[in-house]
């Protein structure tokens, strides 16, 4: 072998190695991803959104269903995220204010119920009302399973409705604060809790529960699910993000108990 | 220095990590004893599942408590009958705490009773002691520094024990709130952080004392013995 040849063969070593590692690190522009974070809430009706917008566009959407404080908190440190649906606005603002969210892209995307559950087989029998017997409904040592109120929004709504209805007093001692709705839903479906305070959507996914009563709206702040791009993210996001609003997705979205807007 | 609620929740946490102690202890003594000293078929299937709470994610460990000792679970139907009730209490928690920390507490004691020379145990069986005088006279006190360890890891797991008893017992103020579970909360929180660290350091205080009076026992222990 010459010497030449050894410099040539070198080079295109050389280039061969450069380009690989090119290619590697630019973004497979041909299996692009959505990735959502959302509210734990979501989980199931996201995923069937998400399912429908993948099988229509071939676009996979993946998920990371946690607390809305945990994703805000992670998406202010600086996730990849694309998107993000939180479960209140009080989380929502927390990652905007922090420079991480497309304020331009935010909708509320949805609006929930807050119900009062009990086994599937209770015979429990409560009207909720101003001063409604709750305290007495729960027996002599039964508890009221609810979110935690202390950070929990399902649980700061249920405590809001109860205050507003005059019972809170009554409760705020006999309540299993669990960490998260789901969780809630669980001890009461396990016959742990006589009563719950859960999200519609929640007690309708479960067939050990039973929805005692709603609560009105007036009772608690609005229970809406803001959604927005998150700054930087990939431009198929914006897709999804319209699909979120098409009358399909909100025809999915009313199947599972939320209501949609418009 | 302390505000009443920190005052609440270090009390509760110190009360329950040692109640998980106080029963998980006893338990993996025996069975310490059981793995040191015995042989027998299914013996490493056995320590397997004695070590599952190392292994598997304490949520699921706190499930599998509610299914076994919750309202419908066989053995919280039985305690319900006597009145007791586990499952959102302290004792639920300390339950919860005890069995994630058992794993730890096992493989101290089992260490503590294989450092036993069994010639010892042999010479006292000679000499006429029987099996409880010798175990009481010889083994546990040979065995003793390897038990206090195995306590004080037992505490220290049981205080920051956070998945399955928050799973299991819930987060309940003055009932089953622990160090862990109060850290946990304040974080949910925006701007909770300053809580949570005062909290965290609450622990590691904690961690602390049990951790100099272990030494001082053992130091106690060693002047008695005159080792």
């Known amino acids: 072998m010459n010497r030449r040849t050894l410099i040539s063969a070198l080079c295109a070593f050389g280039v061969t190695t450069v380009s690989a590692t090119a290619a590697s690190a630019a973004p497979p522009a041909t299996r692009a991803t959505i990735t959502v974070f959302a509210a734990a809430s979501l989980t199931d009706a996201l995923q069937a959104v998400g399912k429908a917008y993948t099988a229509r ?5 993946r998920f990371s269903f946690a607390s809305s404080s945990l994703l805000a908190r992670q998406i202010e440190s600086g996730a990849k995220a694309d998107m993000f649906v939180s479960a209140d606005q009080v989380w929502m603002n927390h ?3 922090a420079g991480r969210i497309d304020a331009g892209s935010r909708r509320t995307l949805l609006r929930g119920r807050l119900v009062l559950i009990a086994p599937a087989d209770s015979r429990v029998a409560v009207r909720i009302a101003p001063r409604f017997p709750l305290a007495q409904a729960l027996g002599a040592n039964g508890r009221l399973a609810v979110g935690d109120p202390a950070y929990v929004p399902a649980g700061i709504y249920a405590q809001t409705a109860l205050t507003r209805l005059g019972v809170w007093p009554s409760v705020q ?50 229970i809406d699910y803001p959604a927005a791009l998150v700054r930087g993210a990939s431009p198929v996001a914006r897709g999804f993000a319209a ?5 399909a997705a909100k025809a999915t979205f009313r199947r599972y108990g939320f209501r949609t807007f418009g | 220095m302390l505000t009443a609620t920190e005052w609440e929740v270090l009390a509760l946490s110190v009360s329950i990590a040692g109640r998980a102690v106080l029963f998980a202890l006893p338990l993996a003594l025996i069975t310490g004893w059981v793995m040191a000293r015995t042989r027998f078929p ?32 066989p053995i919280g139907e039985m305690l319900a009958r006597f009145g007791i009730r586990l499952i959102f209490t302290a004792n639920g928690a ?5 069995v994630m920390a058992f794993p730890l507490m096992l493989r101290a004691c089992r260490q503590a009773i294989e450092a036993v020379d069994p010639r010892i145990e042999a010479v006292a069986d000679s000499l006429g002691a029987g099996f409880w005088d010798r175990t009481f006279s010889i083994t546990l006190p040979l065995a003793a520094p390897g038990l206090i360890a195995a306590a004080v890891i037992g505490f220290a797991a049981a205080l920051g024990e956070f998945g399955a008893v928050i799973t299991f017992a819930a987060n309940i103020p003055g009932e089953t709130q622990t160090l862990a579970l109060a850290i946990y909360a304040a974080l949910q929180q925006p701007g909770g952080e300053a809580v949570a660290l005062r909290l965290a350091g609450i622990s590691f205080g904690v961690a602390i004392v049990a951790l100099l009076s272990s030494e001082a026992l053992l130091a106690y222990g060693r002047r008695r013995s005159g080792q």
């Open chain 1, 57 to 61: 566009t071939g676009v996979p959407v």
């Open chain 1, 95 to 97: 990652a905007q204010k």
């Open chain 2, 94 to 98: 300390a339950l919860a705490a005890g």
């Open chain 2, 42 to 73: 299914g013996r490493t299937l056995l320590d397997a599942v004695l070590h599952s709470s190392l292994f598997l994610p304490p949520v699921v460990v706190g499930l599998v408590l509610i299914l076994l000792f919750g309202n419908d679970g």
């Open chain 1, 243 to 247: 699909y979120l609003q098409s009358p």
């Open chain 1, 173 to 222: 001692t006999r309540l299993a604060r669990a960490d998260n709705v789901r969780v809630a839903l669980s001890y009461v479906a396990r016959h742990e809790a006589p009563l719950g305070i859960v999200y519609e959507t929640d007690a309708r996914a479960e067939r050990g529960v039973r929805i005692v009563g709603i609560f009105s709206e007036a009772s608690h702040p609005a």
